[in-house]
T-cell receptor, first 115, second 110 residues
Framework: NAGVTQTPKFQVLKTGQSMTLQCAQD?????MSWYRQDPGMGLRLIHY???????DQGEVPNGYNVSRSTTEDFPLRLLSAAPSQTSVYFC??????????????FGDGTRLSIL | SQELEQSPQSLIVQEGKNLTINCTSS?????LYWYKQKYGEGLIFLMM?????EEKSHEKITAKLDEKKQQSSLHITASQPSHAGIYLC??????????FGQGTRLTINP
């Protein structure tokens, strides 16, 4: 199993550009989520999904869109990149949501810089 | 909403020394996860604690959950360079959301 795969690993964008961060998992997990990690702030939840066709906002959703057309894929879209979105982005998945007390599996992250 | 506070935020210890990292919650803890992150990499699941008083060990790392204190501690015995990294605690924040502490950066000096 590949686990959780994120692409790309690194990306540099100019302010105002749009892009999609890809996330795929091959474990048939229902719950998927996106976090951003900034120095001194730990991981903050951007969006999450409890299954195909269902998404919801996390703690810091502004400027990001998600969709979940399949169980395997959960892409994160930056609509119009801003320097404040410079961060490391992690995708994670688990069989069910946090209330099921199942650990989340994380991808290796996407390091995004907005100039 | 639930918040997790980790202490210390940064820790430098000499190889072979013991150390403890704490994670304190603003609300009752019904379960807590510990993850480790090596610099530039993703998070690796270490262990999960589900009950008050529960204690789990993996190699030289031991974690304990104190529900009354709304706190968990992570203890490393006889630290090694391989223990260096960022340690994060996470907990169910309600409404299908997982919340994390800000992380503790651990450096092991030879």
């Amino acid at each position: 199993n590949a686990g959780v795969t994120q692409t790309p690993k690194f990306q540099v964008l100019k302010t105002g550009q749009s892009m999609t961060l890809q996330c795929a998992q091959d474990m048939n997990h229902e719950y998927m989520s996106w976090y951003r990690q900034d120095p001194g702030m730990g991981l903050r939840l951007i969006h999450y999904s409890v299954g195909a066709g269902i998404t919801d906002q996390g703690e810091v959703p502004n400027g990001y869109n998600v969709s979940r057309s399949t169980t395997e894929d959960f892409p994160l879209r930056l609509l119009s990149a801003a320097p404040s979105q410079t961060s490391v982005y992690f995708c994670a998945s688990s069989k069910q949501g946090p209330q099921s007390n199942q650990p989340q599996h994380f991808g290796d992250g996407t390091r995004l810089s907005i100039l | 909403s639930q918040e997790l506070e980790q202490s210390p935020q940064s820790l430098i210890v000499q190889e072979g020394k013991n150390l403890t990292i704490n994670c304190t919650s603003s609300k009752t803890l019904y379960g807590l996860y510990w993850y480790k992150q090596k610099y530039g990499e993703g998070l690796i699941f270490l262990m999960m604690l589900q009950k008050g008083g529960e204690e789990k060990s993996h190699e030289k790392i031991t974690a304990k959950l104190d529900e009354k204190k709304q706190q968990s501690s992570l203890h490393i015995t006889a630290s090694q360079p391989s223990h260096a990294g960022i340690y994060l605690c996470g907990a169910d924040g309600g409404a299908q959301k997982l919340v994390f502490g800000q992380g503790t950066r651990l450096t092991i000096n030879p």
